[in-house]
C-alpha cells in the first residue's frame, strides 16, 4: 500500500468521534481515552455522522463497521465523505471488535482509512497502546495536555474558599482536571495573590470536591478579574473522576447543540452484500 504523509495537524487539536461504538467498545476503550485526556465523543447513528463533521472541521472519525450497515456500504460510505471537499479534512479509522482476514486486507487497502485500522477482538487494554500512538501522530491533542469544558452558562459551577473566617465564593469559568479559572472581584483579589495555595472546594452541580489550590495568574477580565488555580496532584482520583465526567459530560451537552435541528443524511449507501460485481472496494 502507497505510503501516506501525517495530516498536518491543528494548534488545538482535533475532536475524535466514535461512529456507532459497541457497548464494550464505550466501556473499555472510549472510556480510557478519557482518561488520556483524548476529547472523545460518540455518534449513534451515521446519519447523523455528516452534521457533525459539516461544523467540526480536521476531526478524526473512527467507524464501527459491525454496526448498522454491511462492509461494502460502509465503504461506500467512507468514500462520500472522503471525496467531497465539505468533508475531506476528516481523518477517518476504523475500530472494530472483530474483522476477518478478508475484511481486514480490504480496510488497511483502502487509501481513505488514513487513522488505522484496530481490531479489538477483546483485548481492550492491548489496543490501547497503538490507538493512543495513532492519536498522537495525528495530533488529536494538539499543544493542549488536558481537555477543557467552559462552565459560564452553569450557575452551580462554583469555587469556594474560607479565609480569616470569610467565606469566598466564585463562578468557575473553566476547568480541566488539571486546573480552574475562576472569575473574581478586585475586592477578593488579595485573598488570592500571593499565596501559596488555599483551601477550596470545588462544587460541580450536586458534587463537592475539596483540594488545595495553588494560584498560579490573576489577569484583568472586563470589570473583574481571571484567575486560574492549579489543582493539587494528591487530590483522590475519585474527586479527579468527578471532575471528568463533569468535563465529558458538559462537554457532550454542548457537541449535542451543534447539531440540534440539522438533517439527517438521506444518501443511500446500501450495496447488496451477495452481488459480486459491485467494485466498492476503492
Known amino acids: 500500500m502507497e505510503q501516506q504523509a501525517t495530516p498536518q495537524a491543528p494548534a488545538f487539536g482535533r475532536k475524535i468521534f466514535f461512529l456507532t461504538p459497541s457497548f464494550s467498545v464505550r466501556t473499555h476503550v472510549i472510556t480510557f481515552l478519557k482518561v488520556l485526556e483524548y476529547e472523545v465523543y460518540t455518534i449513534s447513528d451515521y446519519r447523523r455522522a455528516k452534521s457533525y463533521l459539516r461544523i467540526h472541521h480536521d476531526a478524526i472519525l473512527y467507524i464501527n463497521t459491525e454496526a448498522q450497515m454491511n462492509l461494502p456500504s460502509w465503504i461506500n460510505f467512507i468514500k462520500a465523505i472522503k471525496e467531497d471537499a465539505v468533508f475531506n479534512s476528516t481523518i477517518i479509522g476504523i475500530l472494530n471488535e472483530h474483522l476477518s482476514p478478508v475484511e481486514l486486507r480490504t480496510l488497511t487497502e483502502n487509501r ?9 477482538e ?39 474558599w474560607i479565609q480569616d473566617g470569610k467565606m469566598f465564593t466564585a463562578q468557575i469559568v473553566d476547568i480541566s482536571t488539571a486546573s480552574v479559572a475562576v472569575l473574581l472581584t478586585a475586592k477578593e483579589v488579595p485573598f488570592v495573590q500571593g499565596r501559596s495555595e488555599i483551601f477550596a472546594t470545588i462544587q460541580l452541580g450536586q458534587k463537592q470536591i475539596q483540594t488545595r489550590a495553588k494560584p498560579l495568574v490573576v489577569k484583568p477580565s472586563g470589570n473583574n478579574f481571571a484567575a486560574v488555580f492549579m489543582i493539587n496532584e494528591q ?15 458538559t462537554l457532550e451537552v454542548a457537541m449535542l447543540k451543534t447539531v440540534e435541528g440539522l438533517a439527517i443524511d438521506k444518501t443511500n449507501y446500501a450495496v447488496a452484500a451477495e452481488d459480486p460485481r459491485k467494485n466498492v472496494f476503492i
Open 235 to 249: 487530590t483522590p482520583q475519585e474527586s479527579i473522576q468527578i471532575i471528568r465526567e463533569y468535563v465529558f459530560d
Open 122 to 160: 477483546g483485548q481492550f487494554k492491548a489496543i490501547i497502546p497503538p490507538l493512543a500512538k495513532k492519536l498522537d501522530e495525528l495530533g488529536a491533542k494538539g499543544r493542549r495536555q488536558y481537555v477543557r469544558t467552559i462552565c459560564m452558562s452553569d450557575s452551580s459551577a462554583r469555587f469556594l
Open 112 to 120: 481513505h482509512i488514513e487513522a488505522g485500522v484496530f481490531h479489538v
